[in-house]
């Protein structure tokens, strides 16, 4: 089946996804509609992700909480087009877990670990496989074998926000669509504010609006300093230097940031940022999936050399870090190593003046917690 075969509605429908510019909000912004035509070559299984695996992320369980019977019908949709069966991803044990069953649908309980949501994990995982990404990848959507020489199959990962998104151009058209957001990064699109703010949200929002504003729909508090952007894919940047910014391509291009899948998680300030990046490489050192060398020993690797120069920032300290640093990009299985590297680098420029105070013997954060 070639897309020229397809019935006159799934034509209809891709033409209006392409009209409406809609990308995968899960991260990646791959235009939707282009994936979607190359589902419809041949039969495609469809696993719809609602694990909200990014540090901070919760606007997918939000969609399911939220507009469940509009993301069904998006499924619908989309199962439609790939004439495969459709399930549902969510965290074992989660609340959205046990919505998605109480809707009644086919969902895979995915371990709640930092890579078991990575799209090539889900497609191992639903094969039988466990949830950690394959390292040598058929292109999922034609299906191939991976490095053990098992059959996958067709299939297409969507996030559950990008599927609400289909069932909406579906209803409204593409004209809707783009009535919000910028005409390089159009229609409407969630983002979620959390950590120190009065009030953590999910917003329904669009690219283009200020990032104050979003700051502000949270709560958040006067005395708080730094964001981190997207998680551990991320990137820091000072609320100072960020508010008046759009949140859009352009806008958060100065931070090394990008819209991503929409999460801003602001910085509790009576504790050392240097202390915060120290526990995020921790934590991303103890979930590699035990696979690829840079995942195994570069991560654990700048963790400790990340502790290291935090204690003593010395211009060799810096160098090993610096030396590790470049080791990580390029050479996963994944791009786990990749973003961790990205969210290291990014703090080493935003809180350099912090850490010209740690080698000056000083931590105005330890003086706070101390008054
Ligand atoms: S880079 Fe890490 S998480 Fe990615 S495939 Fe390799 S071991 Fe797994």
Redesign the pocket.
Known sequence: MTPATLNSTGVQLLDSLEAAGLTGRGGAAFPSAVKLRALTRRRTGVIVNACDGELGAVKDGWVVANHRDDLLRGATIVGRLARGQVSFAAHRGSATEERLRRAGVDTLDVPGR??SS?E??LINFAEGGLA????KRPLYIQGGRDSTGRRIPPTVVLNAETVWRIAQIAEHGPEWFRRYGTAAEPGPRLASVGGYVGRPVVIETQAGVPIGDLLAAAHTRSDAEYVLINGLGGAFAPIVAITSSPWSREGLARFDARLGPGIIEVLDPRRCPLDIVGDLLSYASG??????G???FG?PELSALWQQFVRSPSARHRRALEVNLGLLPG???????DGVAGVARSALAVFSDHIAEHAAGRCRYAARRSS
């Open positions: 930092y890579v990575e090539s994990s950690r990404p394959m390292t979930e590699s999936a035990g696979q690829c840079p995942c195994m991560v050479r996963g299985g994944c791009k786990f190593p």
